[in-house]
């Protein structure tokens, strides 16, 4: 084709493509030819809705999802988009550095305009990415126990045991994710517990936390701990409850009220005294009588 048929063929196709661009609520708009692109290929792309000013426009594999990384940026097209808007960017298919599925991102220097469209790719040679998890962990498990032995048993302050169960199911380690402890009566859990170091958690770890928890004095009913693990995906947070049995108090106060019981007779016993009783004696006449 020639230079001015080909001129011609392009300004075609930019006037078809230039009206498809205008997207919903003017947002900025990016449309490609219909079919298979082929790396190497030159197209037309119509713009609708940017603001003025100079646009990027870079073919990437992973549907885009970790940004650059994903993207022939290198191999990227610049243009500029004139004060209506819209424009017509001649845009050079590269190959993307990863797998297809395949977009067309176009976006400005500064990236607060940009947008992503499908791109049919043929032709493709680059690895395929592994599906990312994202980074965090997961509650396994979380069990709390009253360990205050002897103490516990008369309400006196004691100790709780939690046991959590944690799991890294990401590809990166979590290290010293920070983690904050309250326990008190249930929804009521206020005081602070100064919290162990969690540590390092690998890539696919679980682990398994051992964590003591102060109580005080106590009567019949229950604790609650509540906890939160902050990590950089989302955080952790659970509730467990541990009942406390100070069952020694009633036991004690039994214990008494019998004893007080069985001294009782032989407090009156005492009280009253010995009774003498003098048998045989007479008691002589008074003169004159």
């Known amino acids: ?11 075609a196709v930019a006037a078809a493509l230039a009206p498809g661009g205008t997207p919903a609520g003017g947002a900025p708009g990016v449309t490609v030819p219909a079919g298979a692109l082929r790396v190497g290929q030159r197209v037309l792309v119509g713009l609708d809705g940017w603001p003025a000013g100079t646009v990027q426009a870079e073919v990437c594999g992973n549907a885009a999802r970790r940004g650059v990384l994903d993207c022939a940026t290198g191999a ?9 808007g819209r ?8 190959a993307p550095p990863v797998a297809c599925p395949c977009v067309l991102r176009v976006r400005t220097p500064t990236g607060t305009a940009s947008a992503v469209t499908d791109l049919a ?16 962990l997961t509650l396994v498990r979380v069990h709390a126990v ?10 006196l302050p004691g100790e709780l045991a939690v ?5 890294n199911p990401g590809a990166q380690d979590v290290t010293d994710p920070p983690l904050q402890l309250t326990v008190g009566p249930p929804g009521q859990a206020r005081t602070i517990v100064a919290a162990p170091a969690l540590g390092r958690i690998a890539a696919g770890q679980t682990r398994e936390y051992h ?13 609650e701990v509540e906890g939160r693990i902050v990590t950089p995906g989302r955080p952790v947070a659970f509730t467990v409850a541990a009942a406390r049995r100070p069952w020694g108090l009633p036991v004690a106060a039994a214990v008494l009220t019998v004893v007080s019981l069985l001294a009782r007779p032989a407090r009156r016993r005492a009280e009253d ?7 045989g004696v007479s008691t002589p006449p008074l003169p004159g009588g």
Do not use: E, K
């Open 1 to 11: 084709m020639t230079g001015p048929l080909r001129a011609v063929a392009l300004l």
């Open 87 to 94: 424009a017509t960017l001649p845009v050079l298919v590269a």
């Open 211 to 223: 964590v003591p928890v102060s109580t005080g004095t106590a009567p019949f009913g229950s604790y």
């Open 146 to 155: 009253d360990r205050s032995g002897p103490r516990g048993w008369f309400g």
């Open 273 to 279: 005294g010995p009774v003498v009783v003098a048998a």
């Open 163 to 167: 046991r959590i169960t944690l799991h």
């Open 76 to 84: 990227a097209t610049h243009g500029q988009v004139p004060p209506t």
């Open 121 to 136: 790719l043929t032709g493709v040679d680059a690895p395929a990415v592994a599906p990312t998890v994202p980074a965090g």
